[in-house]
C-alpha cells in the first residue's frame, strides 16, 4: 500500500510499505482522509520533535522511518479477534492517543497524559497517511449516519478544540475570546457558540479573520490594530470576558488575555508555545483569573460527534482537500505560508 514515510526534517518520502492487519482488540480501517497538523509541520519544517529519528522511542521501541498522520478517518475493512461490537463497512474517527490504560493518569481517567503514551501517527509505527491502518478499537470512534468522511477527519482538531472550551468551563451566554483562528481556534469558537456563548476571534491574518468572518455570528478583532485591549473591554461593557483561550501560542496573545479577562475568569492556554514567556502576574493574582492549560483531550470525541450532528460544525471555507502526491507544495509550504487552514490528504491519489 502506499504511504507517507517521515525520515528527518524536510524528508518525507510516498512508499509502497506491507498493508498492516489487525491483532487482537484491533480494528483495520481504509483511509478517506489524514488531515495536516500543526504538529507535523513542526516535525517536518523544525523537527524531529515527537518523531524518534536518532534513537529508539522509550515506550514504543520505534524509530524513524514512521508513518505520518494522525487526523484521519475511514472505514472499517477488517476487525482482529475480540471485537465484536464494530462491523465492516462502519465510517469512524482516529482517537490517535494509544494509552496504556494502567498507569496513575490512566486510571484517573486522564489518559491524555498517560506516561506511556503511544501517538498514533508519531510513535507507534502506524499513521494515517496511508491506504490502511489498524488501530485498537478504544482509537475507532463510529459516527453516525450521514457522516462524511471529511467530517471523520476533522473529529480529532475539534476535539483538541471541545477539550481547551471544556477546561474554560464555558456557560451559556458568558463571552469567550479565542486568540488565533487557526482550525483549533476556529474549532473553539464553534464549540463555545455551540454552547450558547458569545464569541470573540483575533487573528493577525486577514485570510484567517475572513473565513471566521464566513463561519457566522463571531466578533472579529485584528490584534495589529490599535487598542485590541480596550476593543475587547468595550464589546464586553468593560468588564472583560469570562474566558479567553489561547489557541495560537503567540506571546502577544497571552498578553492580551491576561489583560482583558474578567475577574474571576479563565484563561486556557491551546496552543503550543516553543519560547519562554515574560508575563506579569499580578493581574491574574488581582483579579483571581485561572490559567489552565490545555493537553489534547480525554472523552471530548463523543461530544464532538453530538455537536456535528447538530451541525455545530460547518466545513466550508476553511478545509480543503489534496492528493498524498502534493502534500510538501500543496499541504506544507501551503500551511505555513497561511494560504490554507486545514487541508486534508486523500492517501489514494
Ligand atoms: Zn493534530
Ligand atoms: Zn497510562
Known amino acids: 500500500m502506499r504511504a507517507l514515510l ?29 488531515g495536516i497538523c500543526g504538529s507535523d509541520l513542526h516535525e517536518y519544517f523544525d523537527g524531529p520533535g515527537m518523531i524518534p529519528v536518532s534513537a529508539p522511542h522509550p515506550v514504543t521501541g520505534l524509530r524513524a522511518p ?24 462502519t465510517l469512524v474517527a482516529v482517537e ?29 509505527g502506524t499513521g494515517g497517511m496511508a491506504e490502511y491502518t489498524v488501530v485498537d478499537r478504544v482509537m475507532a470512534h463510529p459516527l453516525p449516519a450521514g457522516f462524511s468522511a471529511r467530517q471523520a477527519a476533522v473529529i480529532e482538531p475539534l476535539a483538541v478544540a471541545y477539550h ?8 451559556p451566554d458568558q463571552t469567550v475570546a ?12 464553534l464549540t463555545a457558540r455551540h454552547l450558547g456563548a458569545k464569541v470573540l476571534v483575533s487573528d493577525p491574518s486577514p485570510v484567517r479573520r475572513a473565513v471566521a ?15 485590541l485591549d480596550s476593543m475587547i473591554r468595550h464589546v464586553t461593557g468593560g468588564r472583560g470576558v469570562d474566558a479567553s483561550i489561547d489557541a495560537a501560542g503567540a506571546a502577544p496573545a497571552l498578553r492580551v488575555a491576561v489583560d482583558t479577562t474578567a475577574k474571576g475568569g479563565c484563561i486556557v492556554v491551546a496552543g ?27 472523552g471530548e470525541f463523543p461530544l464532538v460527534i453530538e455537536a456535528m450532528a447538530a451541525e ?27 494560504s490554507a487552514v486545514k487541508v486534508l490528504v486523500d492517501p489514494t491519489v
Not at 9 to 34: C, F, H, M, S, W
Request: aromatic share 6%.
Open 6 to 34: 517521515y525520515y528527518d526534517t524536510g524528508d518525507v518520502r510516498i512508499e509502497d510499505v506491507a498493508e498492516p492487519e489487525p491483532g487482537p482488540g484491533q480494528v483495520k480501517l481504509r483511509i478517506a482522509y489524514n
Open 164 to 171: 481547551a472550551v471544556r477546561r474554560a468551563d464555558v456557560l
Open 178 to 189: 479565542v486568540h488565533g483562528a487557526g482550525p483549533v481556534g476556529l474549532g473553539a469558537a
Open 272 to 298: 503550543v508555545h516553543h519560547q519562554p514567556l515574560r508575563l506579569a502576574p499580578a493581574p491574574l493574582m488581582l483579579g483571581e483569573i485561572d490559567v489552565r492549560p490545555s493537553m489534547t483531550y480525554r
Open 66 to 89: 514512521v508513518v505520518l498522520g494522525h487526523e484521519c478517518g475511514g472505514e472499517v475493512v477488517a476487525v482482529g479477534d475480540g471485537v465484536d461490537d464494530l462491523t465492516v463497512g
Open 96 to 124: 490517535p492517543i494509544q494509552r496504556c490504560g494502567s498507569c496513575p493518569d490512566c486510571l484517573a481517567g486522564r489518559y491524555n497524559l498517560c506516561s506511556h503514551m503511544g501517538i498514533f501517527g508519531y510513535t507507534t
Open 213 to 227: 468572518q464566513a463561519l457566522g455570528d463571531f466578533t472579529i478583532l485584528d490584534p495589529a490594530a490599535d487598542g
Open 312 to 338: 455545530a460544525y460547518p466545513l466550508d471555507g476553511w478545509v480543503s482537500t489534496i492528493p498524498l502526491t502534493d502534500i510538501v507544495k500543496d499541504g506544507f509550504e501551503a500551511l505555513r505560508q497561511g
